[in-house]
Structure formats: C-alpha cells, structure tokens
C-alpha cells in the first residue's frame, strides 16, 4: 500500500470539515466495541490474563529464530508449504508463482490485513485474476474501492444510508433496504464466489510453533469457507504471529476476542493442520503458508519499539483513542491506524514516512489500558516523537516555538518579558490566531483572552 502518512495533518483536517458522517459513524461503532470491551474485561482477572500474555508474547519475541524453525518444521510435516517473504515484493512473487502453478483465475479473501500491506490484490488484479473479499465489511469497501478504515470492522465509516445507496445502485435494492435485506444481497453473491474460487488467502491470527496449527477467529464464516472451499488455501502470516504452545490459544482466543468486539470468544475459531488428507471429504489440495518480514525484523531490533510486535491486532487501542475517534483510519495514510499505527508504521516504513502519525495522541493511556498484551503505546509515542525531533523532522517553525517556549521557561527575565508582552496583545488575537504558532490550538477554542495582570500579580493583589 502506498504510504500517505505525511499528509495525515490535512487529511484529518479535510475529514472533519467535509465528511462530517465519519466522526459519527465511527464514534458510534467504537464506543460500542470499547464498551463491551470493558464489560467483558470485568467478568475475569482481565489484569492477569494482559499480564500473562504480555509475558508469552515476550519469551516468544526473544526466541523467536528457534520458533519460526519449529513452525516451519511442524507445519511441514503436517503437508504445508512454507515460503519465506524478506518484503513485499518477495511476497507477492510467492503468491503469483502459487497461483500460476495453480492455474487460478478467481480468488476469494479473507479479511487480512497483511495483504492489505503487502498490496496483494492490486497484483492479482493485474494478473488478470478476479478477486472478491468475502468479509462483509472488505466487500462493501471493495465495491467503493477504499482500503480498510479499521482493523476488526474495516467499513466502520459509512453510515447506513451510504451503504444503502450502494447496494442500491450496483444491486438495485430497495432505497430503504433493512441491514438484514442488505446483507442476504451480500451473502448470494459472496456464496457463488467461495463455490467458484481456485483459491483462498487469510491471514493468521495465530500460528502455534509446537503443533503448526493456524488459528483463525472470525463472526461470519467466511474465513472457514475462504480456507476450506477452493481447492488451495495461502495463508499471509506476519513473523511476529506465532505462539509457542498449543495451550497458550485457550487464553489468547479468548483475550482477543473480549478487547477487539467484547465478545467471550469469537463465532467461528478455524483450526488448520494441513491440506486435506486422503479420504477426508473437505479442505484444500494445497495449504501454502508465507511468513512475511516486511520491516518487522528491523522493528525487533529497535530497544524500544520491539514491544509493538506484541500486537494481536484486535483494534482495541482504536476503539478507545479519542483522537482515531474524529477521523476513522483513512486519514492515517497507511494500513495501520489508530494508536498502533502510529507506533508501528514507523517501524515498517520508516519514521521519515510517518513522522506525522506519533503526534496524533492525546497520551490520555487509554489505548495502553486497553490492549490485550500490556503495548505501552504512550511511552512509544513519545520515543517516536523524540527521534523525530533528534532527526530533524520537526517542521522549523514549530522547532523554533519549542527552543524559544523552553528558553523562556529557563529565563526568568524572558519569561516575564513573553508574558507581559502577551497581555498587550488585542483582546481578540488568539481568537483570530494571529500568533501562528499557536493557530492549530487556538481553533478548536473559543473566548480566548489574554489576561491583563500575571498570576505574580494576582496573588500579590489577594485575587487569586
């Protein structure tokens, strides 16, 4: 996916003045989701699972050579193909080879975010393939060619009734459609594609090392039937997705579903040994499996941003940021949105790339205390932040603001110097912002005066 992170500035601004339908599209979904993240949180030592998980997560991170050998080796022998992907490029090779040996012509997908990194269907599209999504909200922002706005609900955005002309005008439903009509429109359609594909790409929520198990969580089927219909199944497997025990998805099934949808365990948990065997009726022919890199060996390497690959991408740290809140995820300008894009897109592409996407946090913690497996999302913020400044890419003006705010905070005689200076300011410069360095701020407030004695003063004159 082409990275736009640097525009994230103008393109939050433009979401808020022109589509105003997205803040309340996506407020209303994602204070549902946290809500009943929260309720389901409460029914169990919510602090002990996050704490147990943080800790399998890392033993998993330090040793993760020997568990990526012992996947391979399990899955192997389990009649699984294992290929190896160092970037996109690598990775779309692999599943263009696999699907010309294929002789593939239509390919149904799963919901993954994985390929929406690595550019996957864009590919495939060219190859003259067709290419259908089969989750309901991949499909409906497939038929408007938009990437995913959220990780768990990609089409969180639209309203109802932008769904309802859409359906409207490419299926010719009824203008009032209930989501129920909406939805059986869908599922005809989405049916003939799993009956007709040659092949079917997922992603992994997990892939345990012991056993070279892939497990999936899903609420519609889909991904059962993407997996277990075509007669080849490739799975998009970032290197960071592994478990090392069977045991530990019994915990992390259920700890995923209660943070991404508030949910004790999700509708449907696939569980792939392997292609189909000799005398078993279902399944696939081929089960591929592509372990993708893609940056993430670079992000484990970094001291301090390693934590991030904890992430078990189940949209928590969104579904509770007030600030992913106001936009959705498109304005973030890459895959990843969100609190956990602003951490991890750096590491994947570059902090050159995304140097706008640490900035845009309160660091209120809110995402922190929702994860799952303990991210700490705000300290990683502020590593982010800190690098960009030691690299140069603050913008100048606002490196000039911060070098004078901190002189005159160490300069008595300065400070009193700015400060009396403000106060003879016209009553009604920071509303017009017309001190620029502080414009962004002085426009989402209003009645801004600048007061006519310091707080020196007052509290020499009893007034305060």
């Known amino acids: 996916m082409k990275v736009a992170a640097n525009r994230y500035p103008q393109e939050a601004a433009r979401v808020l003045r022109e589509e105003p339908q997205v803040r309340a599209s996506v407020t209303g979904a994602t204070l549902n989701f946290d809500s009943k993240r929260r309720q389901a949180y409460a029914e169990v030592d919510a602090e002990a699972w996050r704490h147990w998980a943080e800790g399998v997560k890392n033993h998993l991170l330090m040793h993760l050579d020997e568990y990526l050998l012992q996947a391979e080796a399990r899955l192997t022998q389990n009649g699984v193909q294992v290929h190896w992907a160092e970037d996109a490029d690598d990775a779309r090779r692999i599943v263009a080879e696999i699907a010309r040996k294929g002789g593939v012509r239509k390919v149904v997908k799963a919901k993954t975010m994985v390929s929406e990194e690595l550019g996957i269907n864009p590919m495939l599209e060219g190859m003259g393939l067709e290419v259908l999504e089969t989750d309901l909200g991949e499909y409906i922002i497939q038929l408007l060619n938009q990437p995913p706005s959220h990780i768990v609900g990609p089409a969180i955005h639209l309203s109802l009734e932008q769904i309802r002309q859409l359906f409207h005008q490419r299926f010719q439903t009824p203008p009032e459609a209930s989501p129920e009509q909406l939805a059986a429109v869908a ?203 030691a690299e140069g890419l603050t913008p100048r003006l606002e490196a000039a603001a911060i070098q004078g705010f901190a002189l005159a905070m160490t300069q008595p005689w300065i400070y009193r110097l700015a400060s009396k200076a403000l106060r003879l300011l016209p009553e009604k410069a920071l509303d017009n912002s017309i001190v620029p360095v502080i414009r962004a701020w002085t426009e989402g407030r209003a009645g801004l005066k600048p007061s006519q004695k310091s707080f020196q003063q007052m509290w020499e004159a009893g007034e305060v």
């Not at 989405?190 to 992603?203: E, H, P, V």
């Open 187 to 389: 599922r005809s359609l989405l049916r003939d594609g799993f009956l007709k594909a040659d092949m079917g790409i997922s992603g992994a929520n997990f892939v345990v090392a012991e056993t070279g198990t892939l497990a999936l969580i899903e609420n519609e089927g889909n991904i059962r039937l993407s997996t277990s219909a075509p007669r080849i199944h490739v799975a998009l497997v970032g290197l960071e997705k592994l478990l090392p025990r069977f045991s530990d998805l019994a915990i992390f099934l259920q700890l995923t579903a209660r943070a991404a949808t508030g949910q004790r365990l999700g509708t449907f948990v696939s569980l792939i040994q392997g292609p189909r065997q000799p005398g078993e009726p279902d399944g696939p022919e081929e089960v591929h499996v592509v372990f993708v890199d893609n940056g993430r060996s670079s992000v484990l390497a970094d001291l301090e941003a390693w934590e991030t690959l904890r992430c078990v991408r189940c949209a928590a740290c969104l579904n509770a940021c007030p600030v992913y809140r106001q936009t959705g995820g498109h304005a973030y300008g890459y895959v990843y949105s969100g609190p956990i894009g602003a951490i991890l897109s750096p590491g994947l592409v570059g902090l050159e790339e995304t140097k706008p996407l640490p900035y845009a946090s309160s660091l209120c913690g809110a995402c922190f205390q929702a994860c799952p497996v303990r991210i700490p999302i705000p300290k990683l913020l502020l590593t982010w932040r800190n690098r960009a400044v």
